[in-house]
């Protein structure tokens, strides 16, 4: 009999531990701390981000170097991922409401390209969508474990935040703030 619940309590891990890595799930990187919605400064020094280039969905070459003394939000997604497609629209109301200031948005997926020009279309992605491994392949150098998984870099690009799951809106503004 306890043979029998040896898997069930396995599963049952298994899918808590599924569960926290598909919802959002708040993690600081360098430089920030969560505390409530509010993300406030801690004292470990910010690491510079890497810079890459990838081709847009115009075929267009792009370096995050593009962006150097602009905000950046980095968005690791995929087209067929629930928690991306949840947290699209706010991550597009939010690129929207920046659109006249210092911050860049930019989504990055290996997706193929003809899925990722209809989806940014239905969307409303006004923001460059990188494809990984179109010139430079990313994810593996920025420990991509898991998407949606967001950065925040600052005018100096360097990392001030990581998000691995979805990213709610207000954290999204809060952590876009206190990186200006």
């Known amino acids: 009999m306890m043979i029998n619940k040896i898997p069930a309590m396995l599963l049952i891990i298994f899918i808590l531990g599924l569960s926290i890595l598909l919802t959002s799930c708040f993690i600081p990187f360098r430089g920030f701390s969560e505390e409530g919605n509010a993300a406030t400064a801690t ?4 690491v510079k981000a890497p810079d890459f280039t990838m081709l847009d969905l115009d075929n267009k070459k792009i370096s995050l170097s593009d ?25 597009v109301e939010v690129s929207n409401s920046y659109k006249d200031s210092n911050v860049q ?10 899925a990722l020009k209809k989806f940014a279309i239905d969307y409303g992605i ?7 491994g179109s010139v430079d392949r990313i994810m593996p150098e920025w420990d991509i474990s898991a998407i949606p998984t967001t950065f925040i870099l600052n005018k100096d ?24």
């Not at 004292?43 to 910010?46: L, Y």
């Not at 006004?126 to 990984?132: A, G, M, Q, R």
């Open 157 to 180: 690009g360097e990392i001030m935040f990581k998000n691995i799951g979805m990213m709610a809106k207000d954290k999204l503004i809060n952590a876009i703030e206190l990186s200006l």
């Open 67 to 91: 962006f150097k003394g602009k905000v950046v939000v980095i968005n690791f997604w995929a087209t067929w991922c629930p928690p991306c497609r949840a947290e699209l629209p706010d991550f």
């Open 105 to 114: 948005f930019i989504g990055i997926s290996d997706d193929d390209i003809s």
């Open 43 to 46: 004292s470990e020094t910010p």
């Open 126 to 132: 006004e923001y460059p969508t990188l494809v990984d």
